[in-house]
């Protein structure tokens, strides 16, 4: 027997069976979707809607087992009807039984879908599981979280069920239709350019600004804003009196489901003390800052699904980017970021973007507009790093980095202080 001819053939059928699985799934999606928009499909698809509460618990068994009845068996038919048409297609090219995994699996789908039906095996619909919600949404299968806010935050988005592939090709893997979403450094050319995308998606855009001056369109709430003046070189004595401006923005953090931090100083070669100083001040500690108070605003279980905070770390976390301190004050940041992100209760992405035409960077070769946009496109397709650059290196360096920063931070942290040095932890901050 030629063993490499067997395993060939072994590996040839699994890959055609993984394929066949996936394609089920993306039946399944295109069903959901159809039920949505095609109105035939629309009133069985509405049953199961209307069968859950808020927390995901069910209004009653007999509305329940209606629903599985009209939309969750018909959905794993035609699941099972198209994967067994393409294995038998298939079967013409020669020999394909590897295609049968995907009708197998969808025909596990309908027998469960059935047995629920009847008022059994209700523990095996896994997405609808009742009780508040204990993770942020998955980013490649579909977890509690993340189907809940196809029932709760936006029916017309988020409509995969196990796999989260047809969101990101449709681009409703996040809805900003309705959210609060604001917008620091909103002045600037990307606040700008960001509000005037968000609101295109339906957003309502809350500006946190320090000009004042800056005109913004009339739907914008504009949010008068400065960063604390131990951080503000700027500041002048009178503020100075104020301590903690950051913090007297909580309320307004709290109505924000999207906090988009993406204000910035560039010092250029300035290399004095002051610019030191002002540099960390205002790209890394006053962004830190915000990030814990908008954290601290995620309390109720759909926060977690819905609140999302995005930030402006930039391309310089991982390519030069020719102002020493802008690269060493970003670096820190978006390090720091990578930290938070361990404990992160609720979405962060980092928007890692190359050089723009802006007052910080007038040599920038893309465009404010053609950036915001790519931001805008990129978040509806859930990516956590939203990298937008001219400079191919930054697509293949920043993964790797944002992946062993990760794990080392991982390894060397922990969230909480462990018992036995939990005295000695205090103690430690008390000296400092
Ligand atoms: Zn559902
Ligand atoms: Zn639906």
Redo the contacts with the bound molecule.
């Keep these: 027997m030629d063993f490499n001819l067997l395993f060939k053939a072994l590996f040839i059928q699994s890959v055609l069976g993984l394929g066949s699985v996936v394609v089920a799934e993306l039946v399944r999606d295109v069903y959901?979707v159809a039920?949505?928009y095609w109105q035939p499909l629309q009133s069985p698809?509405n049953l199961?809607?209307k069968a859950y509460r808020r927390d995901l618990s069910i209004v009653s068994l007999a509305a329940y087992q209606k629903a599985q009845w009209h939309n969750d068996v018909p959905e794993a038919l035609v699941m099972v009807i198209s994967t067994a048409l393409i294995a038998l297609a298939g079967g013409q090219f020669g020999a394909a039984y590897g295609l049968w995994a995907g009708c197998l699996y969808s025909l596990s789908f309908l027998i469960t879908a059935i047995a629920r039906s009847q008022g059994r095996l209700l523990q095996t619909d896994l997405t609808h599981k009742p009780g508040d919600l204990t993770e942020i949404p998955s980013q490649w299968s579909v977890n509690r979280t993340y189907h809940w806010r196809?029932h709760f935050d936006q029916?017309n988005a988020y409509?995969c069920g196990t796999l989260t592939f047809m969101d990101k090709i449709l681009g409703t893997s996040l809805s900003l239709k309705g959210k609060v979403v604001g917008v620091t450094g909103a002045s600037g050319a990307l606040g700008q350019a960001l509000i005037r995308q968000l609101s295109r998606q339906g957003a309502k855009v809350i500006a946190l600004t320090s000009h004042l001056d800056a005109a913004f369109p009339p739907e914008v709430e504009v949010i008068p804003w400065r960063i604390s003046p131990e951080g503000n070189p700027e500041a002048n004595s009178e503020s100075n009196s104020e301590a903690n401006l950051e913090a007297s923005l909580k309320d307004q953090l709290e109505r924000m489901d999207i906090l988009i931090l993406n204000h910035g100083v560039n010092v250029y070669g300035d290399r004095s003390f002051a610019a030191i100083q002002a540099s960390y001040a205002v790209n890394t500690f006053s962004t830190l800052k915000l990030t814990e108070l908008f954290l601290d605003t995620v309390t109720k279980s759909s926060h977690k699904a819905i609140k999302e905070l995005w930030i402006n770390t930039s391309e310089a976390e991982v390519n030069p980017a020719f102002s020493p301190l802008y690269e060493l004050s970003k670096r820190t940041l978006g390090d720091l970021i990578t930290l938070k992100r361990l404990d992160a209760p609720c979405i962060i992405r980092k928007l890692v973007l190359g050089p723009f035409k802006s007052k910080l960077n007038p040599y920038g070769v893309m465009t404010a507009q053609g950036v915001a946009w790519a931001i805008v496109e990129l978040a509806k397709r859930d990516f956590r790093d939203v990298i937008v650059t001219i400079n191919p290196l930054t697509y293949l360096l920043f993964p790797v980095k944002e992946l062993f920063q990760s794990l080392y931070f991982k390894l060397f942290t922990h969230s909480r202080a462990p018992q036995s040095k939990q005295g000695q932890t205090a103690q430690t901050l008390q000296k400092i």
Excluded: D, S, V, W
Aim: net charge neutral; hydrophobic share 10%.
């Design positions: 959901h039920g949505h698809h199961h809607h196809h029916g409509f």
